[in-house]
C-alpha cells in the first residue's frame, strides 16, 4: 500500500500543486494567450481520450475473458491429466492457451500504445504551435520583443509534458 498507493498520491499533490503555480504564472504573464493554450490543451486531451476510450475498454474486456479461460484451460488439463493423456488432448489444449495468450499480448500491447498516444499529439501540438508562433515573430521582426514571453511558455512546455501521462499512471 506504501509503496504505491502512497508515493502515486504524493507525486499527484506535487506535480498538481506545481502545475497550479505554473499556471497562475501564465496567466500573470499573459491571459489571454495562458486561457488560449489551457483550453487548447485540455480539450485536444479530451477529444483524444473519447476517441480512445471504448477501444481501451474492449480492449480489457477481451484481456480479461481471456485471462479467465487460459486458468479455466489450465484447471481443465491439470484436474483431468488421466483423461488429457488417454484422449491425447495435449493440443487441444495448448492450442487454446496459445490462441487466448496471443489475444492477451495483442490486446496488451494496443491498450500500452494507446495510453502513449495522447501525451504524444499533446506535445506534438504544442511544439509545432511554439514554432509556428516563433517563425511568425520571427517574419514579423517582433521576436527579440516576444523573446522573454516565448522563453517562458517554451519552459512551461518542457516542465509540463510528462504530467498528462502521469497522471494517467
Do not use: C, W
Not at 485536444?44 to 486458468?71: A, C, D, E, F, W
Not at 495468450?101 to 495522447?118: C, F, H, R
Amino acid at each position: 500500500f506504501t509503496n504505491n498507493v502512497l508515493i502515486a498520491i504524493v507525486t499527484m499533490i506535487s506535480k498538481g500543486f506545481f502545475l497550479i503555480v505554473v499556471l497562475a504564472f501564465m496567466m500573470n504573464v499573459n491571459a489571454l494567450a495562458s486561457i488560449t493554450i489551457i483550453f487548447s490543451v485540455v480539450g485536444v486531451y479530451v477529444l483524444i481520450y473519447k476517441g480512445l476510450r471504448n477501444r481501451l475498454l474492449s480492449n480489457g474486456q477481451h484481456i480479461s475473458k481471456s485471462m479467465t479461460n487460459l486458468y479455466s484451460f489450465i484447471a481443465e488439463s491439470l484436474n483431468g491429466i488421466k483423461e488429457t493423456k488417454f484422449y491425447q488432448l495435449e493440443n487441444y489444449y495448448l492450442e487454446k492457451y496459445i490462441e487466448d495468450s496471443d489475444t492477451i499480448a495483442k490486446k496488451t500491447a494496443s491498450s500500452q500504445i494507446i495510453s502513449i498516444v495522447p501525451k504524444s499529439v499533446i506535445e506534438f501540438i504544442i511544439f509545432s504551435t511554439l514554432v509556428t508562433i516563433l517563425i511568425y515573430l520571427y517574419g514579423s521582426g517582433n521576436l527579440t520583443e516576444n523573446l522573454p514571453v516565448i522563453t517562458f511558455f517554451l519552459s512551461f512546455f518542457v516542465g509540463v509534458s510528462g504530467y498528462p501521462q502521469a497522471i494517467i499512471n
